[in-house]
């Protein structure tokens, strides 16, 4: 029998399936002794690990790092003005919480 989440509950599960794969966290033994359905076990687990505060920080400071491609593969993509352009050097990954400032 399925219990009803609370509403807090069905985003914390919602966050924690867009973000984290439950199944390869476990097989590594990061979730070990942990079931699916532990969902604030999971969250305590990553905000220790990450030292959050709380698990929603995951993803709201943006990281800037190098990627590298093999010659002739750096991604491209067309701007709205209709000019071809490539991927930046350095990609602003997350960042989601700077967007609303």
Same mark, same amino acid.
């Given at each position: 029998?399925?219990?009803? $989440? ?7 599960? %919602?966050?924690?399936?867009?973000? #984290? ?12 002794? $942990? ?14 690990? #990450? ?5 929603? %920080?995951?993803?709201?400071? !943006?990281?800037? !790092?190098?990627?590298?491609? !093999? ?8 701007? %709205?003005?209709?000019? $071809? ?17």
């Amino acid at each position: 029998m399925n219990k009803k $989440l609370s509403e807090d509950d069905r985003i914390l599960k %919602e966050f924690l399936d867009d973000h #984290f794969d439950f199944y390869t966290l476990r097989k590594v033994g990061f979730f070990k002794g $942990l079931k699916k359905s532990d969902i604030h076990q999971q969250a305590e687990r990553i905000c220790k690990f #990450f030292g959050y505060e709380t698990l929603y %920080e995951y993803g709201a400071k !943006a990281i800037y !790092a190098h990627i590298s491609y !093999a010659d002739g593969h750096r991604p491209t993509f067309v701007k %709205e003005n209709g000019q $071809l352009e490539q991927t930046p050097f350095v990609e602003k990954f997350g960042g989601w919480m700077e967007d609303m400032l």
